[in-house]
């Protein structure tokens, strides 16, 4: 079992920059990929990015030039540096680990609005 609590979320100007933490505890030596999707309302759930237990990252596409996926070294925390922010980035952004046995685990969510 792995517990997840996502952090960071608020209200943001267009342009400006936030940075979420996603803090996991309980089975963590067995967690592979951490990582982030979003959910605007209206719409399905979308990937954000992930990094994996060996610190390679993988992006969405339109993504990848303002978004910033690292990992703590404990392992146990991932982040999501969000710059340039655009009214389409806001969401719920949700966190996602997945083990080494193929398990996946969703915290509950961090609501990130962009508006002037």
């Known amino acids: 079992q792995v517990q997840l609590v996502e952090s960071g979320g608020g209200l943001v100007k267009p342009g400006g920059s936030l940075r979420l933490s996603c803090a996991a505890s309980?089975?963590?030596?067995?967690?592979?990929?951490m990582g982030w999707y979003r959910q605007a309302p209206g719409k399905e759930r979308e990937f954000v990015a992930e990094?994996?237990?060996?610190?390679?990252?993988h992006y969405a596409d339109s993504l990848k030039d303002r978004f910033t996926i690292s990992r703590n070294n404990g392992e146990d925390t991932v982040f999501l540096q969000m710059n340039s922010l655009k009214s389409e980035d806001t969401a719920v952004y949700y966190c996602?680990?997945?083990?080494?046995?193929?398990?996946?685990?969703w915290g509950k969510g961090t609501l990130v609005t962009v508006s002037s």
């Open positions: 990094i994996t237990k060996g610190h390679s990252t």
């Open positions: 309980g089975s963590i030596f067995s967690i592979n990929t």
């Open positions: 996602n680990v997945g083990l080494d046995v193929g398990a996946h685990y």
